[in-house]
């Protein structure tokens, strides 16, 4: 049973960081594509951070760039996001999701085949 555990979500002030967890389990991680997608009510999930897990291939959306790293360790199945200058547009509910390739459409939620269950996120002003 694929399972991709999400952690690390909480409150904070704008400016400050988090870092986000995703463990996975369930099917083969290794040369997988794990993606990190956020959404707040009313609005399309929206792509912010994809890793291949096989190569290490990085993706990021422009409005987190210079903010955020997305990282893993392949020893835990465990992907990584690190959020730094966090702003209160960066409010939402954080999940991760797993594909079987990264490419220039690692933001398509389409392609993805799991996903964790959320954790959110909110920046205060």
């Known amino acids: 049973q694929v399972q991709l555990v999400e952690s690390g979500g909480g409150s904070v002030q704008a400016g400050g960081s988090l870092r986000l967890s995703c463990a996975a389990s369930g099917y083969t991680y290794s040369s997988s594509c794990m993606g990190w997608f956020r959404q707040t009510p009313g609005k399309e999930r929206e792509g912010v951070a994809a890793?291949?897990?096989?190569?290490?291939?990085?993706y990021y959306a422009d409005s987190v760039k210079g903010r955020f790293t997305i990282s893993q360790d392949n020893t835990k199945n465990t992907v990584y996001l690190q959020m730094n200058s966090l702003k209160p547009e960066d409010t939402a509910v954080y999940y991760c999701?797993?594909?079987?390739?990264?490419?220039?459409?690692?933001?398509?939620?389409?392609?993805?085949?799991?996903w964790g269950q959320g954790t959110q996120v909110t920046v205060s002003s």
């Open positions: 999701a797993a594909a079987s390739y990264c490419d220039s459409t690692y933001d398509y939620p389409y392609k993805y085949n799991y």
């Open positions: 890793i291949y897990t096989g190569g290490g291939r990085l």
